[in-house]
């Protein structure tokens, strides 16, 4: 099971509490979040004026939002990546050939993070954005890392995050996800199948320049009608692993 978050400093943490439950709520009066928390109104409105005088939060008519002051810091450590800088104009070019959404995860801190998306001509609306965090099992860019990391560090994950249920068809036992890794290292790509968002399969390859170490993965997600036989076996595979090689080799040598 995962274990709730400990702050080594009280008040630090708090705050990040109120950051997060605010995000999670898609914003929140002093009250409600006062009363989500389980903590005193005076504490929460203390720390939300704070927050909202250092421009991280916008207050409107009494309920708080987080403020877009975040996308600069996000955005700032995004453009220091190498891998974004290099990655990005390929996952674009993919997303045009294929016509579907092409997509750009890391794992951090035992979860996926979207860091870019593009959208081809025939892509759908999905609830993914960047900067969006997602448990790795649940994904086929996830499953793709997992597969190329030690299992010590998949069972520390596990252990940190569990392997919550998203739709009918996520995995949730640790044997049948570790025996599907395996399968995924055999076969070079992953695939979800509906296993975070229903009606949706996605393919995905892991992008290990150097050591087998995964820097991030690759995919191409669309609607299952679209992903069904030799363009799920074959067509869509082949396109996202030659993506993922042509960054490998861009990643070594640039």
């Known amino acids: 099971m995962a274990n709730e978050q400990q702050y080594p400093v009280q008040a630090a943490g708090t705050t990040f509490r109120i950051i997060e439950t605010l995000h999670r709520l898609n914003g929140a009066g002093v009250s409600e979040l006062a009363d989500e928390l389980t903590m005193p109104k005076s504490t929460v409105h203390d720390h939300l004026q704070t927050l909202t005088e250092a421009e991280y939060l916008v207050n409107q008519n009494g309920t708080y939002h987080i403020g877009v002051r975040f996308l600069e810091l996000g955005g700032f450590a995004r453009s220091q990546m190498k891998f974004y800088q290099i990655a990005s104009p390929e996952m674009q070019k993919l997303a045009e050939k294929t016509g579907e959404h092409a997509n750009l995860l890391i794992e951090e801190h035992g979860k996926g993070v979207f860091l870019n998306k593009a959208k081809g001509s025939e892509a759908v609306t999905l609830d993914t954005h960047i900067g969006k965090r997602v448990h ?10 997992l597969a190329n990391y030690p299992e010590s560090k998949v069972d520390k994950i596990i252990d940190q995050h569990g392997l919550p249920s998203v739709t009918e068809k996520t995995i949730t036992d640790a044997a049948v ?11 070079g790509y992953a695939i979800d199948d509906e296993e975070r968002v229903s009606g949706m399969r996605c393919v995905a390859a892991p992008i290990c320049p150097t050591d087998g170490t995964p820097l991030g993965a690759i995919s ?7 992903f069904e036989g030799e363009t799920l076996t074959t067509e869509i595979p082949k396109n996202v692993l030659s993506t993922a090689n042509v960054i490998e080799v861009n990643m070594t040598y640039s």
Request: aromatic share 0%; charged share 25%; hydrophobic share 35%.
């Open 136 to 145: 790795l099992h649940t994904t086929a860019m996830g499953k793709a890392i």
């Open 177 to 187: 996800l570790k025996a599907q890794l395996s399968e995924i290292r055999e076969r």
């Open 220 to 226: 191409v997600s669309g609607p299952t009608n679209r």
